[in-house]
C-alpha cells in the first residue's frame, strides 16, 4: 500500500481502500498482513535514528496490520508462541544459499523479533482493555463513552491511548480522541489542544500519523500552568463539541456509537494535579484509567467523588524495546519536522539512511532537515488582513515586529474580526493590530512567520495548510515556544534572508517575567549539562534536597556568568541575587522533563517559592 507520487503521504481513503481489500482476502488466506508504507521526506526520515538493525533492509514502515479471519483467532498466537528467537538470523544475500522460510516463520519474525517495531503489551494493560472494550459496547452503557488516560511523565500514556484506540476500532467504526498534552501531543504538533474522529489505526510513533483534527485551539506553550483559564476553556469548548456531534449518535441505538478517548498530560504535581482533576471532573467520564508508577516523583491521586471507575495499571513496561530513550525536546522537534515537511522529499541514499543510528550521520541529517525549512516557499500576509496576539507575555509596540520574526504562530480564526476597513476608513500605516484581550479562536494549524517586510507591511508564513485554508486566518497568535531547537542551526547557515535565532532579548523585553525566561533559556544549557554529570554519571538513590541542588548549580553558574548582571552592575553575581534573577521553578521543570523520564531512582523537590 503506496501512495502514487513520492511526495504524496498516504491519505486515509486509500488506508481503508487497502483494509477492504483485506477483508475480502481474509476469507481464503488465514492471516492477511496489511503494510502501511510512506515515502521517505524530512517529516519522517527521523524514524531511522533509531534503527539498531542496520544490516535489515531499511524502509520507512510506521506499522503494520493482521487481519485475522474469525475460524483462525488463536492462530496467530500459536504460531508465535514457541518461537525460537535465537534462530533468527540476518538471511543470506545470495538467492543460491538463500533459506527460504516458512509463511509461519516470517510471520513469527513480523511479530517477534523486530522488537523496535513491535510493541509487546502486558497482560494488565490486555485485561484492562478487554474490560473497557466489553463495558463501552453493553445497551446500558450507550449514552456515555468516555475514557481518561492519566499518568506521570514517560509511563506509556501515549502508547497506552493508541493500543486503546486501536482496540476500539475493532469494534467501533470511528473514536474520538481528545488530546490535552500540550508538550507531547499525538496527533498534531505541540502546543495545540485538539479533538479528532479517527476511523484507522495508530501506528507507529505519534510523529508518523500528523492529523488534521475536527477542531483545535491553540495555547502557544507546552505547559499548561502558563495560561490555565484559557487550557481549561479550550477543553470544555470540545467536550461540548464532541457532544454535539456524537452525543446523539450515542445515545441512539440505530447509529453507531462514538467512544472519546481522552490523553492528558504528564504533569502531575501542584498546579499540573488542579487540572488533571479539573479535566476529569469536567469530562465526567465513565472510566480514567490511571498509570500508576512506582517512583513517589510519578504518584498521585484521582479524583473519586464522581461515577466514574479508576483503572490502576502498571506503567509501560519497555522489555525487548531495543532503540535509546528519547527526551521530550527531540520529540517536540520530530513533530514539527513531520508536520511542516512531510511533503519534502528526502534525496538521501539508502545506505546512508541504514547507518543513521551512527551519531554523525545523524548530525550530517539534523543539518539537511534545518535546510529544507529555509527551501520551503513561504506565504504573503499584509498587516491589514490578520491581528496579532501573544500567548503568555507580550512586548513593548516599538519591539512588536521584532518578536514577530522568525516565531511559531496559531493560525485561528477570530469570530468577533473586524476587518481594518471597517474599524479606521483610510489606509493603515505601522504594525499590524494587537488583540491585548487571550481570544477564544478555533486553530487552524501551526505556522512559521520566517522574514518580516516593514516597508510593503507583509509578514512571510511557512505553513502546510492549503490556501483556501489560509485565507480564513485573520488573528495570528504568537507562541511562546523557542523556534530556534525544530528550524534553526547556528553552525549551519542558509540562504534564508531575515532568519535569526532569537529575535527577543532581555534588552528589549520589559516585563521581569519574560526577563527570567530569557535568562533561563541562555543558560539552561550551563544546567543541563552540570545536571547531566550530577545525575547521569553518578546517579545515587537517595533524594537530593532543594538546598544542596541550589548550591551545587550555584557552583556550576556564577564562574561564568559574568554576563549575569542585575541593576547595571557588571559584577559577579552573588546568591542572594541569582535567586531573584534565576527562575528556579522553571529550571526544575525542565531538570524533571529532560532528565527524569528516564531515572527512576532520582527525587529532587521544588522550591518553595
Known sequence: MEP??????????????ADRLAMQLVDDFPIVLVLRAIPVTYGNVMSFYENTRPEKPSSVLPGFKIIVSKHNQNLLSEITADFDHTSAAPPSADLLHHDWKTPERVLAELVVVDSFKTLNFTEPWQSTVDKLQANLLTEENSTSQKIVVCGGKGVGKSTFCRYLVNRLLAKFGTVAFLDTDLGQSELTPSGLVALHALTTPLLGPGFSHMKNPIRSFFCGNTNPGNDPLYYMKAVKSLLRLYEVKFGNQNSNTSNPRVPLVINTDGWIKSMGHDLLCNVIQETNPDHVVQ?????KNKQFDVPTEGRW??????PWDPIGVTQPPRSSKELRSYRFHSYFLSRTPCNIARPLLQNLQVL???????????????QLT???????????????????????LFSLNASIVGLCVNPEYKPCEQVKPEPREGPPRVVLQPVHAPCLGVGIIRAVDAGKRQLFILSPLPLSMLKRVNLLVRSSMPLDSI???AHEPAQAPYVVT????????????VKRDQTCDVYFKKVEDFINRLFVTCPSSAAVSTY??????????LPVHENLIQDGKNELVSPSEADVLLPWRKIFEEIYETFFETLSDITIYYPVD
Open 360 to 374: 554523525s550521520e545523524k548530525n550530517r541529517v539534523d543539518s539537511d532537515i534545518y535546510r529544507a525549512y529555509a
Open 378 to 400: 513561504p506565504f504573503a500576509v499584509s498587516f491589514n488582513q490578520v491581528d496579532i496576539a501573544f500567548a503568555g507575555s507580550s512586548v513593548p509596540p516599538s519591539q512588536l
Open 487 to 489: 528550524l534553526l542551526s
Open 4 to 17: 502514487n507520487l513520492p511526495s504524496e503521504a498516504l491519505n486515509e481513503d486509500e488506508e481503508i481502500a
Open 309 to 314: 471507575r479508576i483503572h490502576a495499571v502498571p
Open 548 to 557: 544542596e541542588l541550589k548550591k551545587r548549580i550555584y557552583c556550576a553558574l
Open 502 to 513: 532569537d529575535v527577543i532579548s532581555s534588552d528589549v523585553v520589559e516585563t521581569s517575567s
Open 291 to 295: 498509570l500508576v508508577a512506582a517512583t
